[in-house]
């Protein structure tokens, strides 16, 4: 078990009206600020929804054998960089989610009770999210559903074109933006081509040259 949960936080909602009964239902809706450590609520340097923004949340709690089964709907607006051109981005995040809220099996002392299976039913145990003293904390699921519906690599645009791969600037902003560049594969033959016209050069100069002696002789 975590440690006890404080009723004031927004993301934790309390299951007592639902009651145990099999089959009874509770909607609610509520808007909270989006938590912040350990982290945005998001993909840590890429996007995510800032701390302290909006989230407005629909939830339905239903009361099952188990636990309290949470299914509901998160909207928020996510912040980022878009990965091709680099500017800031915004956009719209609806995030589902379902989670299972199992009751604690303790015993008279109020200690969870061990496991009666082996070491996968001890694993299964470890990612079970219990209900403490009637109340679940929504901002571990919360942020695992904002993560799968974001974006891991957002874009300001379907079709943005980046960034030039020489000098940086955005294309985007000039379309006709380009560089002379000589092909590679000519390259050898150009520098061939330009000390050929240097020796020519040089003969000529010389040619000349030797003109101008026997003129003067």
């Not at 909607?27 to 923004?53: D, F, K, N, W």
């Not at 694993?123 to 403490?132: K, M």
Request: glycine share 10%; hydrophobic share 35%.
């Amino acid at each position: 078990m975590s440690a006890r949960l404080d009723h004031r936080n927004p993301l934790v909602f309390d299951t007592h009206e639902l009651g145990r009964r099999p089959g009874a239902l509770q909607r609610l809706t509520r808007s909270v600020e989006a938590p912040g450590s350990p982290g945005v609520l998001g993909i840590e340097g890429v996007i995510g929804v800032p701390e302290g923004a909006p989230v407005e949340l629909e939830i339905r709690l239903e009361s099952v054998m188990e636990g309290v089964l949470v299914t509901g709907t998160a909207r928020a607006s996510a912040e980022g960089e878009c990965v091709r051109c680099l500017e800031p981005l915004k956009l719209e995040v609806e995030a589902d989610f379902q989670e299972m809220f199992s009751y604690p099996d303790a015993d008279d002392r109020g200690r969870t009770a061990e496991p009666a299976g082996g070491a996968e039913e001890s694993a299964e145990d470890e990612d079970r999210l219990y209900l403490e003293d009637g109340l679940f904390d929504l901002e571990p699921v919360l942020r695992d559903a904002v993560v799968l519906a974001l974006p891991m690599q957002p874009v300001c645009r379907d079709d943005c074109p980046g960034l030039c791969s020489q000098c940086g600037a955005r294309l985007a902003d000039d379309p006709e933006h380009h560089h002379d560049v000589a092909d590679i594969r000519w390259a050898a033959l150009q520098g061939l081509a330009g000390t050929i016209q240097d020796g020519e050069k040089d003969d000529v100069s010389g040619a000349e040259a030797g003109v101008d002696e026997k003129q003067e002789k």
